[in-house]
Structures are given as structure tokens and as C-alpha cells.
């Protein structure tokens, strides 16, 4: 079935750092990805999306590109703030289901 | 315009008891998927409905659990004769349609507690 291989966590950074959080999976077919991020106490909220191949997907600041030929959907932004804390997770769809990895909690200090 | 919607919030019950969840669509979506979050764990996938019909039931739990989602009304998931072991966060989420480009939204979640 699919799987996702996130980075462990928690990963530490002052704000104005640089983010990447990196992200493989394995998925029959052609799937779509995704980044969903997490709060604490709450759902899960859309971040970004990209749909096929060399698609960038971008919202808020943060970015990832479509990667097929290394199956990755790496997460990065230039600047993260505080109330970026949280916990992000990658996930591939595949023509019925999300498939989530464990996720990469991420804190922020001023 | 309201998102996914599911009741309770939290939910407390005894060993042996009956726990019903319940989840609400965003407006215009037909299609509901419910997942559920162990402690320090991502998300599993347990069951993808379309009114009155469920379509993959492949990470449901063979006993004690089952879904629902009524031609009327919002679609429930029900666990007989819970464990401690259900302790976990229980998540909705909708879609429009069905295919791999289209994004699932996420509702609050149900915290179930087990005693």
C-alpha cells in the first residue's frame, strides 16, 4: 500500500529561519499530494496541494514542488513566524483515500 | 459558510458502552471519509462513504465498529462495546467528488476517552 516517510521531529527554529521539512512516498499510480497542518487541539487544516508532476504548490509562504522521478514533496518556507508551530503532515492521495505519515511537529521560538 | 461539523467534541465512556459520532458534510459535499489519530500517530484511514453506500471500508476494524452516512441527516460512526484501547481522535473529513485531485476537508475531531 502507500506510505510516507516524513523527517522526525521535533525540529527547533528561531523565527525568520529557514523551513524545510522533508517529505518521500511510495504510491501505486499517480497520486496527488498534499500538506496538511495540525494545532494544537484541533483538525487537520489544508495547507497546500500540487496535482501531477512539477507542480509547485504555495500558500501562506510556504512552498513544495512535485517531485516524481525522486517521489518527495518537500515543505519549505524563507521566513517562518511563531504561530507556525504546529504539526505538519505530508500526504498522497490516491484515488480514494489520504495516506499520513506520523508528521513533523514544528516549534518556533521568538 | 460552515466547514465539516462533527459532535461531540469530546466524548467520555465506560468500558462495554456504545460511542456514536457524528459528522456533518461541507455544503454540497456527497462524499465523507473517517479517520482516526492514536496518540503521538498520524492519521489511518478507516472508512470512505457517498450517501447511503459505503465504498472502501478497507481500514475498518472487522468488529464493533460500523459507519453510516443516510440519504437524510449526518453520517455517524458507531463503536459497540468500547475498549481502552479506542481512546483516540476521531476525524471527519468531505470531499466534493471522488478522485485523487480532489482535497478533503477536515473537521474539529471527536476525542473519545475510555475508562
Known amino acids: 500500500g502507500d506510505s510516507v516517510t516524513q523527517m522526525e521531529g521535533p525540529v527547533t527554529l528561531s523565527e525568520e529561519a529557514f523551513l524545510t521539512i522533508n517529505c518521500t512516498y511510495t504510491a501505486t499510480g499517480y497520486p496527488s499530494l498534499f500538506w496538511y497542518v495540525q494545532y494544537p487541539g484541533e483538525g487537520l487544516q489544508l495547507l497546500l496541494k500540487?496535482?501531477?508532476?512539477?507542480d509547485k504548490g504555495s500558500n501562506k509562504g510556504f512552498e513544495a514542488t512535485y517531485r516524481k522521478e525522486t517521489t518527495s514533496f518537500h515543505l519549505e518556507k524563507g521566513s517562518v513566524q511563531v504561530s507556525d508551530s504546529a504539526v505538519y503532515f505530508c500526504?498522497?492521495?490516491?484515488?480514494?483515500?489520504?495516506?499520513f505519515g506520523k508528521g513533523t511537529m514544528l516549534l518556533v521560538s521568538p | 459558510n460552515a466547514g465539516v461539523m462533527q459532535n461531540p467534541r469530546h466524548l467520555v465512556r465506560r468500558r462495554g458502552q456504545e460511542a456514536r459520532l457524528r459528522c456533518s458534510p461541507m455544503?454540497?459535499?456527497?462524499?465523507v471519509y473517517w479517520y482516526r489519530q492514536l496518540p503521538e500517530e498520524g492519521l489511518k484511514f478507516m472508512v470512505y462513504?457517498?450517501?447511503?453506500?459505503?465504498?472502501?471500508e478497507s481500514g475498518m476494524p472487522k468488529e464493533r465498529f460500523s459507519a453510516e452516512f443516510p440519504k437524510e441527516g449526518p453520517s455517524i460512526l458507531r463503536i459497540q462495546q468500547v475498549v481502552r484501547g479506542d481512546s483516540a481522535a476521531y476525524f471527519c473529513?468531505?470531499?466534493?467528488?471522488?478522485?485523487?485531485?480532489?482535497?478533503?476537508?477536515f473537521g474539529p475531531g471527536t476525542r473519545l476517552l475510555v475508562l
Open positions: 500526504a498522497p492521495r490516491g484515488y480514494s483515500t489520504l495516506t
Open positions: 462513504l457517498q450517501k447511503e453506500n459505503i465504498i472502501d
Open positions: 473529513a468531505s470531499s466534493r467528488g471522488r478522485g485523487h485531485q480532489e482535497t478533503q476537508y
Open positions: 455544503k454540497g459535499h456527497s462524499h
Open positions: 500540487a496535482t501531477k508532476a512539477d
